[in-house]
């Protein structure tokens, strides 16, 4: 079973439409958890962190549901620059670096 | 931004070449990555530094040789390399424990 498994997609929504994202992860002892977003031949940068009493930023809301072992990413009013890869992050245990386990990522693409 | 530079951005290689590739951070962290991105797949974590010792070697196989002569420095050599090699070669670096991963904008590589 893969540690983190995402939807790839490619979600194809309007303008102003509001979609969501979900991310299944398999470590019931992971600690932390981040949402990345990647570009087109980019690298990937941080979205947001995602906190176990959800948090907000934004169009942009995580979720951690840690009793289902998945997390969310709900983007409102999308705009054409929201298109993009979301990958989704988990990192399973604390240690002296972080070992990130990354989703293959969730397409996304905005349309006018 | 140029927190985390990596040279070359491209950089296509005959099998029976031997070259390398260099990521540099200017972010004062202490540990760096070196992750490969294929297409259509998660990244996958290829080594780590932690305070300039490996700390993960993740069964990569030895045609990639990992240094790091500092914290801020970190390279990747490649020799005799298989066209299955080619892929986005992204560096990171961060700073603790559970926070953030800042990536560089990866060396395309094409192997012929």
């Known amino acids: 079973r893969k540690e983190v498994e995402q939807d790839p997609g490619p979600f194809n929504v309007p303008e102003g439409a509001t979609v969501a994202f979900n991310c299944t992860y398999s470590?019931?002892?992971?600690?932390?958890f981040f949402w990345y977003r990647q570009d087109c031949r980019k690298e990937p940068k941080l979205l947001m962190s995602?906190?176990?009493s959800g948090n907000e930023d934004g169009r942009f809301t995580a979720q951690l549901n840690r009793a289902s072992q998945y997390i969310s990413l709900l983007i409102r009013d999308s705009k054409l620059s929201d298109s993009a890869t979301y990958l989704c992050v988990v990192n399973p245990v604390f240690a002296n670096f972080n070992k990130f386990y990354f989703g293959s990522g969730t397409k996304l693409n905005v349309k006018p | 931004e140029t927190g985390v530079t990596q040279t070359p951005r491209h950089l296509v290689m005959g099998m029976t070449n031997k070259k390398s590739l260099k990521c540099e951070q200017h972010?004062?962290?202490?540990?760096m990555y070196w992750y490969k991105q294929s297409a259509k797949k998660p990244l996958e974590l290829m080594f780590v530094?932690?305070?300039?010792?490996?700390?993960e070697n993740n069964s990569v196989p030895s045609r990639f040789s990992p240094e790091c002569p500092n914290s801020s420095h970190l390279f990747l050599h490649l020799h005799t390399l298989q066209p299955e090699d080619s892929a986005l070669y992204l560096c990171?670096?961060?700073?603790?424990?559970?926070?953030?991963?800042?990536f560089g904008p990866g060396t395309r590589l094409t192997v012929l």
């Open positions: 470590n019931s002892a992971s600690q932390s």
């Open positions: 995602v906190y176990s």
């Open positions: 530094y932690s305070l300039e010792e490996r700390v």
């Open positions: 990171a670096s961060s700073q603790g424990q559970g926070v953030l991963q800042y």
């Open positions: 972010l004062g962290h202490n540990a």
